[in-house]
């Protein structure tokens, strides 16, 4: 989904002028866009990391999915072959819970102090210079600390 706005452009943030005489350039942007999707079509980040971060996010989203709470006439569950996906087969709750132990895994596996920057950047949609301002950080730390993070959470993943 596209939302273009105009922004203005300088090097600390919107609404600071810059230039002679207050001189204003701007860029338009997607608000649709996410975070990390900017960062990979900028080449900030590879295609393994992109993918990394867009596992996280469909498992956070599958995740906070709330459980049904009225009966479920789904058909009664048949055994399936081993092939395909390794949720083929389980109900909603339970695919709810397979994502949420994924998503904690990941997370575990990105270690303290990652994790939070995870769950702004790629979970939140949090631009990075607002996570670094967030947490406290100086200012360009966030897209290493970012791609360190989702360094581990391709390995979890086994993203080749």
């Known amino acids: ?18 230039g002679a005489k207050g001189t204003h350039r701007s860029v338009t942007v997607n608000l649709g866009e996410s975070p990390i ?23 956070y989203e599958r995740a906070q999915l709330s459980p049904n709470l009225t009966m479920r006439w ?9 092939y395909g996906s390794s949720e083929a087969g389980l109900s909603p709750s ?21 994790e939070d920057v995870l769950w702004r950047v790629v ?13 406290g950080w100086p200012a360009r ?7 360190l993070a989702l360094e581990r959470v391709a390995d979890y993943y086994r993203i080749r």
Request: charged share 30%.
């Open 123 to 135: 979970c939140a949609g949090e631009g990075v210079p607002q996570a670094e301002k967030a947490l």
């Open 94 to 114: 339970e695919k709810q819970v397979a994502a949420k132990q994924r998503f904690d895994g990941a997370l575990a596996e990105a270690g303290k102090g990652l």
């Open 74 to 82: 789904d058909p009664v569950r048949i055994k399936t072959s081993n």
């Open 141 to 147: 730390s966030g897209k290493l600390v970012l791609q």
């Open 37 to 59: 999707a900017w960062l990979h079509s900028r080449g900030h980040l590879s295609d393994r990391l992109f993918d990394a971060g867009e596992a996280l996010r469909a498992d």
């Open 1 to 18: 989904m596209r939302k273009l706005a105009e922004r203005e452009l300088t090097s600390e943030g919107p609404k600071r002028a810059i």
